[in-house]
């Protein structure tokens, strides 16, 4: 199964401190976070996308590509590309680029966003979100396979003898997943392709994301891709972890309740009951990661938002080296136990990397 973390590259305020990082202090910050999940065993870093205040990271293909060059195992992905707003010509190049420049660590996760006011930022129409997403996903799906496309369609000029450069790593494209939190026709998207389906699972309740996962598995099987258990389906979810679980609702409450995404909303506790988020010790998070399969089946990737709502660089580290060396370990272990064969570990793995991957280790020897 793989672990790792996402960001959604907020810049905020530190509500014990007053402090606000600048914008290079935060990119800076986000790639020491991103080594940071290498060093500790994780096994995926992945970044949204955003065009507005108080977020950073517009570039997506940007910060993995110098990641790319400062690790060496980390799977790089992307916790949204927009999928509406940006040409697929353009994604299917960029992505493409940077599976080279990484040696086939890449895949990517398409999703619409909860920004509305950048559609028109983009020359687009936010009542036209389902539709961009599915015809420019079939457009991106095309370049990738074929070495000259022909296409026509509503959103865009047609293409006449286009191929994109570079093309896919070895041919193989990156693997897709479709990310969404309330829209079933993404989950349909997901299903159609075989794609990977990934929920949020940070803001609703799990009977929601069961449900969404549920209506994946079935159109997954129904496309003939599979048994609906051998669908690819990763979790978002929210973790700060102390040694006390007093101690970590303590330290982390400021942070909630001012955070921009959630903050002068519900309580902390309410929240926590409400929804996947977890503040406590490690062992409390890793019986309610456990409890995740109970919702959704055995599933293929788990990343965690650590990373956010004004944290401090040290703090974000300290968290990580709690995930990496007592949570994770735990987690792969009892996952791997409860799976039953036939059901997909991972996510697919790119040839060049997963050959990598597959190789033993070679131990020193003393002389």
């Given at each position: 199964?793989?672990?790792?973390?996402?960001?959604?590259?907020?810049?905020?305020?530190?509500?014990?401190?007053?402090?606000?990082?600048?914008?290079?202090?935060?990119?800076?910050?986000?790639?020491?976070?991103?080594?940071?999940?290498?060093?500790?065993?994780?096994?995926?870093?992945?970044?949204?996308?955003?065009?507005?205040?108080?977020?950073?990271?517009?570039?997506?293909?940007?910060?993995?590509?110098?990641?790319?060059?400062?690790?060496?195992?980390?799977?790089?992905?992307?916790?949204?590309?927009?999928?509406?707003?940006?040409?697929?010509?353009?994604?299917?190049?960029?992505?493409?680029?940077?599976?080279?420049?990484?040696?086939?660590?890449?895949?990517?996760?398409?999703?619409?966003?909860?920004?509305?006011?950048?559609?028109?930022?983009?020359?687009?129409?936010?009542?036209?979100?389902?539709?961009?997403?599915?015809?420019?996903?079939?457009?991106?799906?095309?370049?990738?396979?074929?070495?000259?496309?022909?296409?026509?369609?509503?959103?865009?000029?047609?293409?006449?003898?286009?191929?994109?450069?570079?093309?896919?790593?070895?041919?193989?494209?990156?693997?897709?997943?479709?990310?969404?939190?309330?829209?079933?026709e993404i989950a349909?998207?997901?299903?159609?392709?075989?794609?990977?389906?990934?929920?949020?699972?940070?803001?609703?309740?799990?009977?929601?994301?069961?449900?969404?996962?549920?209506?994946?598995?079935?159109?997954?099987?129904?496309?003939?891709?599979?048994?609906?258990?051998?669908?690819?389906?990763?979790?978002?979810?929210?973790?700060?972890?102390?040694?006390?679980?007093?101690?970590?609702?303590?330290?982390?409450?400021?942070?909630?309740?001012?955070?921009?995404?959630?903050?002068?909303?519900?309580?902390?506790?309410?929240?926590?009951?409400?929804?996947?988020?977890?503040?406590?010790?490690?062992?409390?998070?890793?019986?309610?990661?456990?409890?995740?399969?109970?919702?959704?089946?055995?599933?293929?990737?788990?990343?965690?938002?650590?990373?956010?709502?004004?944290?401090?660089?040290?703090?974000?580290?300290?968290?990580?080296?709690?995930?990496?060396?007592?949570?994770?370990?735990?987690?792969?272990?009892?996952?791997?136990?409860?799976?039953?064969?036939?059901?997909?570990e991972t996510a697919?793995?790119?040839?060049?990397?997963?050959?990598?991957?597959?190789?033993?280790?070679?131990e020193e020897v003393?002389?």
């Amino acid at each position: 199964m793989q672990f790792g973390i996402f960001t959604v590259g907020d810049v905020t305020t530190d509500p014990t401190t007053g402090r606000t990082p600048s914008e290079h202090e935060r990119i800076k910050a986000t790639v020491a976070i991103a080594q940071k999940a290498e060093e500790v065993g994780l096994d995926v870093f992945a970044t949204g996308e955003h065009h507005n205040p108080p977020f950073v990271p517009s570039s997506p293909t940007t910060l993995l590509g110098h990641i790319a060059a400062r690790t060496e195992n980390l799977i790089l992905s992307t916790s949204t590309t927009l999928i509406t707003t940006n040409d697929p010509v353009k994604i299917a190049e960029d992505y493409a680029y940077l599976q080279h420049l990484a040696d086939g660590r890449v895949d990517l996760m398409m999703g619409r966003g909860n920004t509305g006011p950048v559609y028109p930022w983009f020359g687009k129409d936010i009542r036209q979100g389902i539709e961009l997403a599915v015809e420019n996903y079939a457009l991106l799906y095309k370049l990738w396979r074929e070495d000259v496309v022909n296409w026509a369609g509503k959103h865009r000029t047609p293409l006449q003898s286009f191929t994109s450069t570079p093309r896919p790593l070895d041919g193989v494209p990156p693997f897709v997943w479709h990310g969404s939190i309330r829209s079933p026709e993404i989950a349909e998207q997901a299903a159609y392709y075989g794609d990977g389906f990934f929920h949020n699972n940070i803001f609703w309740p799990m009977s929601h994301t069961k449900k969404m996962v549920e209506l994946y598995r079935t159109k997954y099987a129904q496309h003939g891709h599979g048994t609906p258990e051998q669908a690819i389906v990763g979790l978002g979810g929210q973790v700060f972890m102390r040694k006390n679980s007093q101690d970590a609702v303590r330290e982390f409450r400021p942070y909630f309740d001012n955070a921009p995404v959630y903050g002068h909303g519900p309580s902390l506790e309410d929240f926590t009951t409400q929804t996947p988020l977890t503040v406590g010790s490690p062992q409390q998070v890793i019986e309610r990661t456990l409890g995740f399969r109970d919702a959704v089946g055995d599933y293929q990737r788990q990343l965690f938002l650590m990373d956010h709502a004004g944290l401090p660089l040290k703090t974000v580290l300290e968290q990580l080296d709690i995930l990496g060396e007592e949570v994770v370990p735990v987690l792969r272990k009892e996952f791997a136990r409860l799976r039953p064969a036939g059901v997909p570990e991972t996510a697919p793995l790119h040839p060049a990397f997963a050959g990598v991957r597959a190789e033993p280790v070679k131990e020193e020897v003393a002389s």
